[in-house]
């Protein structure tokens, strides 16, 4: 079946930089996007970005636009997202998510979230 | 900028009641632009709803989607004790951004 495995926790250290991977299988990596949603403790779901996996067109939030670099890797279906300049309001759950553009570019399948924790 | 506003914050409901959650835009937007997600506590968002009014796969049809312009709404009837939980409505536009509303929490009364 479809799914997109998340790379583990990450403590970092304000002002150092995060990588974040997503790891599609079960379709064709390069037929649909990847999206980048985070959610802070206790808050809603805060969209920072999405890259088509066929062409690595990419879209940032404005929030984050300065700060964040998405990528992939076809030869392993992986995506990353890289974060940089970490805040401690940088502290949430990061999910990838699949953009499907026959359901209007919804996100039908999600990995289960990585927790970056910003702290000194 | 699409701003998406929900209401209410919280619904306290009991199973087998009628849920009514609305979404409304900032500015009109097309239907095909409008989705709604559910999330519980841990885990990550479902897709529920694309195009205002379709249901993704294996959503039961106790799930109904309605709306055009600034005004949409999620109906769930015949609420189960799994529907209780966090709803998101989401718009993706013309300038290739996605927008999530705030949520609306849907509690047992």
């Known amino acids: 079946q479809v799914q997109l495995i998340q790379s583990g926790p990450e403590v970092m250290k304000p002002g150092a930089s995060v990588k974040v991977s997503c790891k599609a299988s079960?379709?064709?990596?390069?037929?649909?996007?990847i999206n980048w949603v985070r959610q802070a403790p206790g808050q809603g779901l805060e969209w920072l970005g999405w890259i088509s996996a066929f062409n690595d067109k990419t879209k940032y939030a404005q929030i984050v636009q300065d700060r964040v670099t998405l990528t992939t890797d076809r030869s392993t279906n992986t995506a990353y997202m890289e974060l940089r300049s970490l805040r401690s309001d940088d502290t949430a759950v990061y999910f990838c998510?699949?953009?499907?553009?026959?359901?209007?570019?919804?996100?039908?399948?999600w990995g289960l979230g990585t927790t970056v924790t910003v702290s000194s | 900028e699409i701003v998406l506003t929900q209401s209410p914050a919280t619904r306290s409901l009991s199973p087998g009641d009628t849920a009514t959650l609305s979404c409304r835009a900032n500015?009109?937007?097309?239907?095909?632009?409008l989705a709604w997600y559910q999330q519980k506590p841990g885990q990550a968002p479902r897709l529920l709803i694309y195009g205002a009014t379709s249901r993704a796969t294996g959503i039961p049809d106790r799930f109904t989607g309605r709306g055009s312009g600034t005004d949409f709404t999620l109906t769930i009837t015949r609420l189960q004790p799994e529907d209780f939980a966090v709803y998101y409505c989401?718009?993706?536009?013309?300038?290739?951004?996605?927008?999530f509303g705030q949520g609306t929490k849907l509690e047992i009364k």
């Open positions: 998510s699949r953009r499907v553009p026959e359901n209007y570019y919804t996100l039908d399948v």
């Open positions: 989401q718009h993706y536009g013309r300038s290739l951004m996605y927008t």
């Open positions: 500015q009109s937007v097309s239907s095909t632009t």
């Open positions: 079960g379709y064709v990596f390069g037929t649909y996007g």
